[in-house]
């Protein structure tokens, strides 16, 4: 059974600063998924990675496959990035499973 | 961007009721799924359903519930006899692609209140 932890589960931040939020895993996996929920419910996909590095704008999301352990990476910021940032990874079946996500609160 | 609907945002439901969850999924996409967030917990997989059939379910998906395709755009989760323990957020998911594949898509979800 996949073990999902993510790192911290709350983060407090001024804008304008550099933005590191950790998952790691215990099974090996086919797809890890990088998810944003905003304080009203609603999830969003921002990264599906099985390798490497992607960047979407200022988020820059990174997996190590060998180390079972990603990152997702905030540049410059914003307020509006306030939300629950969640990790979860599949297997070869449909099943994600689920980090217990990391709060995020930016300041002005 | 075409988005996945789901309907109604809020239900309160008494205790022992039935209730039918809607969700009408991406138009072309053919996967979905059914995921559940108890306040304050983890977002934990319940069912996903490929041509016409449920392809995976997990052990919260008893002979309480149920998912339908019924006409080609909604699906449905149905849960026939609610207890309080779910009360919930409950989220609908469509991929194009199959999982691994692809990012799937979700509703905004049906917080569902039992009384």
């Known amino acids: 059974k996949n073990e999902v932890e993510q790192s911290p589960q709350n983060l407090t931040a001024q804008e304008g600063e550099f933005i590191t939020i950790n998952c790691s895993y215990s099974?090996?996996?086919?797809?890890l998924h990088w998810l944003q929920q905003h304080p009203g419910g609603g999830i969003v996909s921002l990264f599906m990675?099985?390798?490497g590095k992607k960047k979407h704008g200022r988020l820059i999301a990174t997996i190590n496959i060998q180390e079972k352990h990603s990152s997702l990476h905030i540049t410059a910021s914003h307020p509006r990035d306030s939300a629950v940032y969640i990790c979860a990874v599949g297997d070869n079946t449909d099943k994600l499973i689920f980090g217990t996500g990391t709060r995020l609160q930016v300041f002005p | 961007e075409p988005e996945v609907t789901q309907t109604p945002s809020h239900q309160v439901t008494q205790m022992g009721q039935e209730v039918i969850l809607r969700c009408v999924p991406i138009?072309?996409?053919?996967?979905f799924y059914w995921y559940r967030q108890i306040l304050g917990q983890k977002v934990e997989f319940l069912v996903s359903?490929?041509?016409?059939?449920?392809?995976?379910k997990s052990e919260i998906f008893d002979d309480q519930f149920s998912v339908e395709r019924p006409d080609g755009s909604n699906f449905t989760l149905k849960i026939r006899s609610t207890k309080l323990e779910d009360s919930a957020m409950y989220f609908c998911?469509?991929?194009?692609?199959?999982?691994?594949?692809?990012?799937?898509?979700f509703g905004d979800g049906t917080r569902l209140s039992i009384l």
């Open positions: 990675l099985s390798s």
């Open positions: 099974v090996g996996i086919s797809a």
């Open positions: 138009s072309n996409h053919l996967y």
């Open positions: 359903f490929y041509n016409n059939e449920i392809s995976e």
């Open positions: 998911a469509s991929s194009r692609l199959a999982p691994g594949n692809q990012p799937q898509h």
